[in-house]
């Protein structure tokens, strides 16, 4: 009932959108918390029919509308993407307003439920990958195909919103996206390229699109080095990273390093050293920009650290991370912590030797991962 209630009201969301007025929030507000009513498990198992009335056009509407976007900002139609012509799903309102929103709620449900092994199956798998597409270039390309700047601003300002849906993704997503030389070992990635000539050509736009995890982290790191500031690549701390941390996160459990039984087949290579060079990435990053006047980016930022912590059960494989000229421990008790934020204030430029050299030298080289807390002003 909750599934077949969350799939009819999106559905006229997205149908009469301009109708619904200033109640748009509201509904919205309705569909997230509807979401997180509906046993998907047991939908997919037992409910096929449901599945193909409500659950498949749901993800086939959701890649369509961000695709079609997706081709507007390409193309430069500035009325589509403003919403004057044609249907206003294609618009940057309703993408920010609705779509986004929505999905990252239905995302994080599938994730934190383990439902999205049940979930992406042939058809809805398909679907999944086109919109993986989508939020992928809109996060890292869009701005660059136009040069309206209310359309440019208003692509930043949702950015990190953007960013969460590909997180959220990430963590439910049931094949390696980042590795796909491990496909073929899969026994949850359906041949989808089989499925139609369609079908074909996504998964060649994906593989031009979506880069490989060995190149990803490379470049991460690459970008922390060379110490360029937030304002010159604001996609990477925005969309990349939450993605990538994630997807660390959620595979490093499947990974060779978990998963000792030899006669299994490797369906990913994530390890404690991609985990690693990427914390250690993100606090050169913080480093980089720690003199910055406003940074509300840093708030975000913390969450990541988080998720790269939390793939770690029960203190294993602890790792230490090279940045700011010291050494992070995970094992070692938290005694200190480096205050990063107040609010969305950075620390004052000339307070900046002075915070550094908060470390106290009696606990050693090491610092725990909370050296990094973000807190408001009291």
């Not at 619904?20 to 929030?25: I, W």
Request: charged letters at 20%; aromatic letters at 8%; glycine letters at 4%.
């Amino acid at each position: 009932m909750s599934c077949s209630l969350f799939c009819k009201l999106a559905f006229l969301l997205r149908q009469k959108f301009s109708a619904f007025g200033n109640d748009v929030s509201i509904t919205v507000r309705c569909l997230k918390v509807l979401v997180r009513a509906i046993d998907v498990s047991s939908v997919m198992k037992n409910s096929q029919e449901m599945v193909r009335a409500s659950l498949l056009p749901l993800f086939n509407n959701i890649a369509e509308d961000l695709n079609q976007t997706v081709q507007n900002l390409e193309q430069r139609r500035y009325s589509n993407i403003k919403g004057t012509l044609q249907r206003g799903t294609t618009s940057l309102a309703y993408i920010h307003m609705v779509l986004l929103p929505v999905l990252s709620s239905l995302l994080d449900h599938l994730g934190k439920n383990n439902y999205g092994v049940d979930v992406f199956e042939n058809e809805i798998q398909l679907a999944g990958y086109k919109i993986l597409n989508a939020l992928w270039i809109m996060g890292t390309k869009g701005r660059q195909f136009v040069d309206r700047e209310w359309i440019i601003d208003e692509l930043n300002r949702h950015r990190p919103l953007v960013g969460d849906c590909l997180s959220s993704f990430a963590s439910c997503f049931p094949v390696a996206f980042f590795e796909p030389e491990f496909n073929g070992n899969n026994k949850n990635a359906s041949n989808v390229s089989q499925l139609s000539p369609e079908a074909h050509d996504v998964m060649t736009n994906i593989s031009r699109t979506i880069p490989n995890l060995k190149k990803l982290i490379a470049d991460i790191e690459e970008h922390a080095d060379s110490q360029v500031k937030y304002e010159d690549a604001p996609y990477v701390v925005e969309v990349i990273l939450p993605c990538l941390c994630s997807y660390l996160s959620y595979w490093w459990s499947m990974g060779p390093e978990k998963v000792k039984q030899i006669t299994e087949p490797q369906i990913t290579n994530v390890t404690a050293n991609h985990m690693n060079s990427v914390l250690g990435s993100v606090l050169k990053l913080i480093n980089n920009n720690i003199d910055a006047i406003e940074a509300p980016w840093m708030k975000r930022i913390a969450a990541l650290i988080s998720l790269l912590q939390h793939g770690f059960e029960n203190n294993e494989d602890l790792i230490a991370v090279n940045a700011f000229g010291i050494v992070l421990n995970l094992d070692t008790e938290a005694k200190h912590s480096l205050i990063v934020t107040d609010s969305t204030r950075m620390i004052d430029p000339h307070r900046k030797s002075s915070v550094m050299n908060t470390i106290d030298s009696s606990s050693g080289p090491y610092l725990p991962l909370s050296f990094i807390s973000i807190t408001t002003a009291t």
